[in-house]
């Protein structure tokens, strides 16, 4: 069993490790302004229409994941928006307009591959290199007549003014001039998303700004990442893992976002929020004409979960992941560091897994700048390396200690030199639970350890003294010498401090 504490380091560095690069979100970015500026160029053959794209989806609520393999792609999502009334064009119509422009900003942007066609949007596919495609969703406005809707059916609805009407080659008024479009709302479930974070959103804002002495203007908002965030983003990975062979009826990530939202407090802890977030969720399922209901929250009419009823396996699926995701998070505070690891490994993939593990197990607190030079002048091939797998998530410091005469004398600085014939006397201090065992590193160098065939290197028990972990060594041999604590714990090294530099004269 161990801390939070240590629980919240390692789901941290899988989140940032999931974290897409911000050039990422700087190519996003570059694309659709180049898009919006090719569609409003004064040739464009929709240049009356006052054309509007923005991002929609996982990119515009700071939720998008890395691809589990290098060989996957990331998915943007924009939204081709043109000034126009249902009652003047046809979504088939609509559909080819924006089609035409999108190829002729492939011919002239030089692109490889032509633009694809799907059943509601356009596809254009950068070089292999970009690692990302652009799905592009032509819409004309909707919110006037949405709401109308929603009042006749006694709803109201407070994101109702930016709803859209979609193209879809599979609506059976695809060709026709009609009122009876699909719709959607992707800003309008962004704001409400914003709302159900907004305490801690505003909070990583500001905290943003004091570190880059930055105005809030200036804070680009994939910077900003919340507890509520990092938990769909660390969701969505365990889903993806969970159901790599099954990808058709895994759980769809517009339900897990939603429920995760409206399950979400505000947490300002990211276990705290995993844990209520995970055992809230299904709370805000609920049911209409015996059938499970998923809620868009911008849209009471529209239900998330209605493939649920006639494909039955993805109502399953959803139910035995969010129950296994529970059981995950419940045993991580359970069991042993090194379980829990190996675990993850299983739960969010091994590559994520052992960056996290890497960038955790570099905590030591170098104590002082004669390291650096001391690795250089000298060869430290005797120097042994740990004989434990490394997964630190633990502290340990030393505190050392010069004895002259029997008497402690008075606390060492790891750049002070001292005499040969003293005596030191090494502490150690941890935050690891027992039990644990402690090993010492010596490692010596310089000539005069060198002819006394005494340079060492290896792994020496330490004591327990008064209740102190203790080491003792005698200064024998001119030279700077490194001394290593290791906290070891069921056969792996979970703490180990910084090198002490012994400069002895």
């Known amino acids: 069993m161990y801390s939070k504490s240590n629980l919240e380091a390692i789901l941290e560095k899988i989140v940032k490790n999931l974290n897409i690069p911000e050039t990422r979100y700087e190519q996003a970015e570059k694309s659709y302004k180049s898009i919006s500026e090719w569609l409003n160029r004064e040739n ?52 080819i307009d924006i089609g035409e422009e999108i190829k002729a900003y492939a011919n002239e942007h030089g692109m490889i591959k032509e633009p694809e ?4 949007c356009w596809t254009l596919n950068y070089a292999d290199g970009a690692q990302f495609h652009v799905d592009i969703l032509p819409t004309v406005p909707n919110g006037n007549e949405f709401k109308l809707l929603l009042e006749s059916k006694g ?27 699909y719709c959607s709302n992707p800003k309008g479930y962004a704001d409400w998303f914003k709302e159900r974070m907004k305490v801690q959103y505003e909070n990583e804002k500001h905290i943003l700004m004091e570190k880059y002495s930055a105005s809030i203007e200036q804070i680009e908002e994939y910077k900003v990442k919340t507890p509520l965030q990092k938990v769909i983003q660390l969701l969505k990975r365990h889903r993806d893992i969970m159901f ?38 299904e709370s805000f399922i609920t049911s209409k004409e015996n059938a499970y209901w998923v809620e868009n929250p911008v849209n009471p009419l529209e239900n998330f979960a ?15 992941w969010i129950n296994q995701v529970k059981i995950d998070i419940s045993k991580s505070l359970e069991e042993e560091f090194i379980d829990t690891v190996e675990k993850y490994k299983i739960t969010y993939g091994e590559k994520i ?11 030591s607190d170098s104590q002082n700048s004669i390291l650096g030079n001391l690795i250089i002048n000298n060869s430290l091939s005797h120097r ?55 090993y010492w590193q010596v490692t010596n160098t310089g000539k005069e350890a060198e002819q006394a065939n005494c340079l060492r290197g290896d792994f020496y028990d330490g004591i327990l003294e ?23 714990k069921n056969g792996a090294c979970v703490a180990k401090s910084g090198e002490f530099v012994v400069n002895i004269k």
């Open 44 to 95: 464009s053959s929709v240049i009356n229409t006052q054309a509007q794209i923005y991002p929609q989806g996982s990119f515009r609520l700071g939720t998008v994941i890395k691809p589990i393999t290098e060989n996957d792609e990331y998915d943007i999502d924009l939204v081709c928006n043109l000034e126009l009334s249902k009652k003047t064009i046809s979504q088939r119509e609509l559909k």
């Open 117 to 120: 066609e799907g059943k509601r």
């Open 155 to 181: 709803y109201k609805n407070n994101y109702s003014d930016s709803s859209i009407a979609i193209t879809d080659n599979t609506h059976p008024n695809y060709e026709k001039i009609t009122d009876d479009w």
């Open 244 to 281: 790599q062979e099954d990808q058709d009826d895994k759980p769809i990530s517009i339900i897990i976002t939603t429920l995760a939202a409206h399950a979400y407090n505000n947490e300002h802890n990211l276990v705290d929020a995993y844990i209520n977030i995970v055992n809230r969720m």
């Open 306 to 320: 209605d493939k649920w009823d006639s494909n039955p396996k993805r109502m399953e699926n959803f139910f035995k």
């Open 353 to 363: 897994i052992n960056e996290s593990v890497r960038e955790l197990q570099f905590k």
């Open 384 to 438: 042994k390396k740990p004989k434990w797998q490394m997964i630190n998530y633990g502290d340990i410091s030393i505190t050392t200690y010069l004895v002259k005469n029997g008497f402690q004398d008075y606390k060492l600085k790891g750049d002070e030199v001292i005499e040969k014939k003293c005596e030191l006397r090494f502490e150690a201090k941890t935050n690891i639970e027992k039990p644990y065992k402690i």
């Open 466 to 488: 008064k209740g102190k972990l203790v080491r003792k060594e005698d200064t024998l041999y001119t030279g700077k010498h490194l001394v290593e604590c290791f906290v070891v």
